[in-house]
């Protein structure tokens, strides 16, 4: 699942081998991903990628006066490909084909068709409704007093942290190493937490980004691979100890994810009830 780390990386990498290189010809083999129609994608040929950038969890590659605006939803990919793909490739969402012969590929990964795309006049990407609904960047983490009105909200730190409204560029993987690196409970509620604990916060935020980003930038090459290698400590790491303390990490499951968490530091050695086990048992 591509967060702010996984975004930025490729955006520097896809930035770095095809900056400058010339759109031959654009189309989407996804029926659905276009979620804009004027202008129309057939107006990218001939325009050069000039700028490959990110916010939040978007994608926003810069052609001139057009941009592309991606985003991956939880199974995408954006790659730069050396050879075509082939027209019976399933996986293919949205194929820029470069002049020089590569291909900058959107792919999507099982039966769902959710990543989507839309071209913009570059003059209305941050009035698009995808983009201005957007927080604060997560990454590099906004300031004491712009997070702490970011979260001043009546809800659970998990799904609040989540909402790309609230601060955008942290998901389901991120959240937990982010709440127990500021040794949070994903259950505090965002209005509750004092000074000190929305500085411990946004100390985790930039500090598990940011190093995040600077591992990426260490062990991925020109190829950004389909999964990458995240530097997690508790997220889908239920079971084992904590590497802090040595406590064993608990999980919570809900429907579409897993939340992670230390209950010796996070919850005050409390162990919450996982609700998939408690239905199991009724
Ligand atoms: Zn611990």
């Not at 579409?256 to 609700?275: A, F």
Request: aromatic content about 4%; charged content about 30%.
């Amino acid at each position: 699942m591509p967060e702010l780390p996984e975004v930025e990386i490729a955006a520097r990498r896809i930035a770095r081998a095809s900056a400058g290189a010339r759109v031959e010809s654009a189309l989407a083999p996804g029926m659905v991903t276009m979620k804009s129609f004027d202008p129309p994608l057939d107006a990218l040929a001939g325009a050069v990628l000039e700028q490959v950038g990110r916010r939040g969890k978007l994608f926003v590659l810069g052609f001139g006066e057009l941009a592309l605006v991606v985003h991956l939803m939880s199974a995408g990919r954006l790659q730069l490909w050396d050879k075509r793909a082939s027209l019976r490739d399933r996986a293919s969402r949205l194929l820029l084909r470069l002049e020089d012969g590569r291909e900058l590929r959107l792919r999507e990964f099982g039966t769902q068709q959710r990543a989507w795309a839309k071209l913009l006049p570059a003059v209305g990407v941050e009035e698009d409704e995808a983009v201005a609904a957007l927080g604060p960047e997560a990454w590099p983490a906004p300031g004491a007093a712009e997070l702490a009105a970011a979260i001043d909200q009546p809800r659970h730190l998990h799904p609040l942290l989540r909402d790309q409204r609230t601060i955008a560029g942290i998901g389901r993987s991120w959240v937990d190493e982010v709440l127990w690196t500021a040794r949070l409970s994903p259950f505090r509620k965002g209005s509750e937490l004092n000074s000190q604990e929305v500085e411990r916060l946004r100390q985790a935020i930039d500090s598990r980004l940011g190093g995040a980003l600077e591992h990426y930038e260490q062990v991925i090459g020109d190829t950004v691979p389909d999964k990458l290698p995240m530097p997690l400590e508790v997220h889908r790491r239920s079971g084992e100890p904590c590497p802090r303390c040595g406590t064993r990490i608990e999980a919570i499951h809900f429907k579409d994810y897993v939340l992670c968490y230390c209950p010796e530091e996070q919850t005050g050695g409390r162990v919450l009830k996982d609700r998939r086990l408690s239905r199991l048992l009724k």
